[in-house]
């Protein structure tokens, strides 16, 4: 089962799109953005196969037997995918180190690669979306700093979790990476680029250590976007703008970057039940419950559908 995951995950690195600077041809959105829809894309920079992966991906179904599934898919490479495949691997023992190839591989394990959407209104913001394992809905008021997240199992479905979180507990990367920005040095560069319509300013993350991970991050944010947004990313970091736009770095020799950016801003009015998080009782408290949620979350990221 491991090797055929392993085999589907590896595909994955096949598939991105070109992260080229871009020339602004149209006047970046001045307006606040306070209310409506954001849709994100996560790709794989140096990957030609996404949108065949995700396809595969729809089709797969949680009450088949995943080992079959798996040797189907493999089966289906043509000669030049398992061709690329060997040269991917190579070229990733090359540039990487043990620890960093497996962040890289956790990451796409569990980075949401479908159906990623995120409400905004007023002061509140709510993500949904959807990993291999399971699905997940986080929701942050920015201005009390309070949040709740829900987690189903895509395996099993009566397999779910709902808690509540508070500001001190963004350290402890239950739904993100939470970045710490003294570990890095930061360049807050005069580079800008446009981002789904906004004009935004590059900042760059670069890890004072080799045992920092990751070891770079490419920040862009945009003065028009609500801190809110930040707090629902893979990884958390303390920024005064929206960030719209993060370049990931986790294997050494910063190849393979994961590319997570809005790709489509949809100013409009937000319905409440838009903003309604799903719930399932109990309703956990991260703070007095932790050992408890940190269980079921390992239950279901890991539970049926694996070996």
Request: net charge negative; proline share 4%; glycine share 6%.
């Amino acid at each position: 089962m491991k090797k055929n995951l392993l085999m589907l995950f590896t595909v994955l690195f096949f598939a991105s799109c070109s992260d080229e600077d871009k020339v602004p041809t149209v006047d970046p959105v001045q307006d606040q953005f306070t209310e409506g829809k954001i849709d994100i894309d996560i790709s794989m920079e140096g990957s030609p196969a996404l949108s065949l992966l995700i396809e595969i991906y729809r089709q797969i179904d949680p009450s088949r037997d995943m080992d079959e599934q798996m040797e189907e898919i493999i089966a289906g490479f043509t000669e030049e995918e398992l061709a690329a495949l060997m040269e991917f691997e190579d070229s990733f023992d090359e540039n990487g180190d043990g620890l960093g190839q497996l962040g890289y591989m956790m990451s796409i394990m569990f980075m949401p690669l479908i159906d990623n959407v995120v409400y905004v209104k007023g002061d509140e913001a709510l993500a949904k979306f959807e990993a291999l394992t399971y699905r997940g809905e986080n929701k942050i008021n920015k201005k009390t700093l309070l949040g709740q997240y829900y987690m189903q199992s895509r395996w099993n479905e009566a397999n779910q979790l709902s808690f509540t979180y508070t500001e001190e507990d963004f350290s402890k990367d239950f739904a993100q990476t939470s970045i710490d920005g003294g570990l890095y040095n930061i360049q807050r560069t005069q580079e800008t680029e446009l981002v789904a319509g906004y004009l935004c300013r590059k900042h760059v993350y670069t890890g004072k250590s080799v045992e920092t991970a990751p070891y770079k991050l490419e920040v862009w944010t945009s003065e028009q976007m609500p801190a809110s947004v930040n707090f629902l990313h893979p990884y958390y970091l303390e920024e005064d703008g929206g960030i719209m736009k993060i370049n990931a770095y986790l294997v050494n020799g910063l190849a393979y970057p994961i590319v997570y950016q809005f790709t489509e801003v949809t100013p409009r009015i937000v319905t409440a039940q838009e903003m309604s998080i799903t719930e399932t009782e109990p309703i956990y408290s991260y703070k007095d419950d932790e050992m408890t949620i940190a269980f079921q979350m390992f239950a279901i990221l890991f539970g049926e559908g694996e070996d």
